[in-house]
């Protein structure tokens, strides 16, 4: 049996696991009033609640071991699936709260390391649109966004790149700003991820250097993503393209396996599209993908999603939004 310290393995699932979010939410949740997700520009009015689930896959065969590009035969192809339930729910017109519960599976093609699978981890938003000025057919809007994500089960995440996750409590600040003329719109946001230390099942473990210890220091997460396309009452389309840097950490070792605290950056370019049924506008069905261009002990991961979305109005009369998010 081949020991897990020479399968040269890089890409956490938990970097899979990142990518495929932003993927999601790139497009995700897209209800009468756009895709409503924590990174969009796009709010749900009030008492209305969208929801619906998402599937999404991903998969890599080649991977950055620090800057060496390479491939590992002892793993094949790593592929993750995810099925989630994702809603948006509207205190007011300009405050959403949006949640995201996944269960996901994990499975390599070669070697003898078995996949996982289980609830990951369960994340909350609130979004908030404090400014929007509009000009002739332009809107500008600001939004701000705080999240905070847990582990929804006793995973391990220790045993990358199978994992399902890190197992680490994440808080999340987002600036977003939006700029729409007409039906084109570009939407640009920075987060900042601060991710609380983990514990693991041994009682030392070697990183850059030795630690007699089973916490394990999880280093914070910078994100910048940038957005732009078509954005109508029926229909988004949209190219997006995602920087993470992770703000510490380390690189893998040569021919070592993933370890939750490795520095992990990446660039991906992706592109989503929303569709909502004319004769049934609380109805809508997205889709789209993700491809990692460039990056640093991640996998050249390509992931695809789709979903379907349904619109509860708890107000006997439901108001319509425009496609910058302001009422008709």
């Given at each position: 049996m081949c020991n897990p310290k020479q399968?040269?393995?890089?890409?956490?699932?938990?970097l899979l696991r990142n990518l495929l979010l932003v993927a999601l939410l790139t497009a995700a949740a897209p209800c009468i009033t756009k895709a409503q997700t924590d990174q969009d520009a796009i709010m749900m009015i009030k008492n209305n609640f969208c929801v619906g689930p998402v599937y999404s896959y991903s998969s890599w065969n080649h991977y950055w071991e620090g800057?060496?590009?390479?491939?590992?035969?002892?793993?094949?192809?790593?592929?993750?699936?995810?099925?989630?339930?994702?809603?948006?729910?509207?205190?007011?017109?300009r405050l959403n709260v949006l949640f995201n519960v996944p269960?996901?599976?994990?499975?390599?093609t070669a070697g003898t390391l078995h996949g996982l699978k289980g609830l990951?981890?369960?994340?909350?938003?609130?979004?908030?649109?404090?400014?929007?000025?509009?000009?002739?057919?332009?809107?500008?809007?600001l939004y701000a966004v705080g999240g905070l994500s847990f582990p929804a089960s006793n995973y391990t995440p220790d045993f990358l790149p199978l994992s399902i996750g890190l197992h680490s409590t994440n808080l999340s600040a987002r600036i977003i700003a939006d700029y729409q003329v007409g039906s084109l719109f570009v939407t640009g946001s920075g987060t900042y991820t601060y991710r609380r230390n983990i514990e693991i099942d041994r009682t030392s473990y070697y990183t850059d250097r030795m630690h007699l210890t089973n916490?394990?220091?999880?280093?914070?997460v910078a994100m910048y993503n940038l957005r732009a396309g078509y954005r109508s009452h029926l229909l988004i389309a949209e190219v997006v393209l995602n920087r993470q840097e992770t703000l510490g950490g380390f690189d893998m070792r040569r021919n070592d396996m993933p370890f939750p605290s490795n520095k992990m950056n990446m660039t991906s370019l992706g592109a989503g599209f929303k569709y909502t049924v004319k004769k049934m506008q609380a109805l809508s069905f997205i889709g789209g993908g993700s491809y990692v261009l460039d990056g640093r002990n991640v996998g050249q991961s390509k992931s695809f999603y789709g979903g379907i979305f349904y619109v509860i109005?708890?107000?006997?009369?439901?108001?319509?939004?425009?496609?910058?998010?302001?009422?008709?």
């Open positions: 399968l040269f393995m890089t890409c956490k699932h938990s800057t060496l590009k390479r491939d590992n035969q002892n793993l094949g192809t790593v592929s993750t699936q995810s099925f989630s339930v994702m809603g948006n729910y509207g205190i007011t017109n269960y996901v599976k994990t499975k390599a990951q981890d369960v994340s909350l938003w609130l979004k908030w649109l404090p400014y929007e000025k509009s000009w002739g057919n332009s809107t500008l809007s916490e394990v220091e999880m280093p914070n109005g708890f107000t006997k009369r439901d108001k319509k939004l425009d496609s910058g998010g302001k009422e008709n």
